[in-house]
Each structure stands twice: as C-alpha cells, then as structure tokens.
C-alpha cells in the first residue's frame, strides 16, 4: 500500500538552529499538508500546499516556517531558527485531490524534533 | 520544564464488546468528517469519513454516525479487538476556501482488555 515516508524519525537540535524536515508524500497525490502534535496533545494543522503554492496556513506557521517541493518527490518543512516551544512531532499527509472533495488525507509516521 | 499535555478521555472496553468513542465538532461550515486511529509513537491513521450529506457510514467493523444538528460525530467499533487500543481522533474539514485543512478534536483513548 503506498505510503507517506518521513526523515529523520527522530533529530535533536540546539536551540536557535535551522532544521529541515524532509517526506515523500503518496506519488499520485497533489495536494501536501504539515501538522505537528506536541506531546500528549492533539494534532495542529500548520499548511497546506498545492502546485507550488501555500494553500492555507495556520497562526502558528509563521517567518520561522517555510516549505519547500524541491523536486518532484520531496516535500520540506524548514524551521529557520528554532525555539524550545517547537518540540513536537510533524506529521506530513498528502491527498490526491483537496480535502473538501472527501478523499482521504493520508499521515507519515511522523518526525520527532526535540529543541534542546 | 515539564510539559503538561491534555487529560485525554478515556474509554475502556472488553475485548468482544461494542465500543463508542463521540466527538463534537466546532464548525456548522465543516463538509467532512474523518476518524483517526493513532498508536502509541505513530502517525494518524485513516479508519473512515462521512460527508455532511449523510448520517451514517458503515465500513469494517466501523460505522460513523453524524448529527449535525448537534454538531456531533460518533465511531462505534464492534466486536473490538486488543489490536484496537489507540487514541481515537475525530477531525473536521472541508471547508471551502481552507486549503484542505483538517480541524482535530482532542482525542479518546481506547483500552481494550482481554
């Protein structure tokens, strides 16, 4: 069955430091999301994006944020300069069409990132 | 410091019964409807949706039921098996003009004995 992958799994970085995280989103899908789920919380939306662009972003995607489809497998999450409030775990998804057509938003097992 | 995280609702089950896990949902706007399934260190994972034309939806095992005069969206599992403990997450979209962005609600935590 096709799959969302993530690297790394899991990165520990120093406060202030630039991260980047990387996914393979579904080959067939169009549209790609970023979530992060700080521990023992619920899953936040943070953007969405689709040919090239930002869909939709949320409050807490801001400056420090940026995504990138650098070619056409990858999709990346970079935080410029981190805080110790960004530990959390980033879930990327991907969907072929956008969500109000009701197809499903498929999850990657996620990027663990603890901000030391 | 120490991070505090949300009490999670718990729900607990034998293993053979019917399980009931609700979630109310905050926006009258939303258009679809899905339930996660998330074990422990993983990611989110698609059990089944329900459009707001509909009130319920069956799949294996699963069925969805939606009230959207009450703003409230149910997965009830039957014959609910140990491989079924998880947190059960409820989650909103759809709406136009949102990117595709889903709305998550809090979470349930299923525990199944055996």
């Known amino acids: 069955e096709p799959e969302v992958t993530q690297t790394p799994s899991h990165q520990v970085t120093q406060m202030g430091q630039e991260v980047i995280l990387r996914c393979v989103p579904i080959s067939n899908h169009l549209y790609f999301y970023w979530y992060r789920q700080i521990l023992g919380q619920k899953v936040e939306f943070l953007v969405s994006f689709y040919n090239n662009e930002i869909s939709e972003k949320s409050e807490i995607f801001d400056d420090q944020f940026s995504v990138e489809r650098p070619d056409g497998s990858n999709f990346t999450l970079k935080i410029r300069s981190t805080k110790l409030e960004d530990s959390a775990m980033y879930f990327c998804?991907?969907?072929?069409?956008?969500?109000?057509?009701?197809?499903?938003?498929?999850f990657g097992e996620g990027s663990w990132l603890t901000v030391v | 410091g120490e991070s505090v995280g949300l009490h999670l609702p718990t729900l607990s089950v034998q293993e053979g019964d019917n399980s009931i896990i609700n979630c109310a949902y905050s926006?009258?706007?939303?258009?679809?409807f899905i339930w996660y399934k998330q074990e422990s260190g993983k990611g989110p994972q698609f059990i089944i949706d329900?459009?707001?034309?509909?009130d319920k939806r069956q799949g294996q095992r699963v069925t969805v039921l939606l009230n959207k005069t009450v703003k409230h969206l149910s997965l009830q599992i039957a014959a609910t098996q140990p491989g079924d403990s998880a947190v059960y997450f409820c989650?909103?979209?759809?709406?136009?003009?949102?990117?595709?962005?889903?709305?998550f609600g809090q979470g349930t935590e299923l525990s199944v004995k055996p």
């Open positions: 998804a991907s969907s072929e069409f956008l969500g109000i057509s009701g197809n499903t938003i498929y």
């Open positions: 926006n009258s706007a939303s258009d679809y």
């Open positions: 329900i459009r707001s034309n509909m």
């Open positions: 989650a909103e979209g759809g709406v136009r003009n949102q990117g595709g962005k889903l709305i």
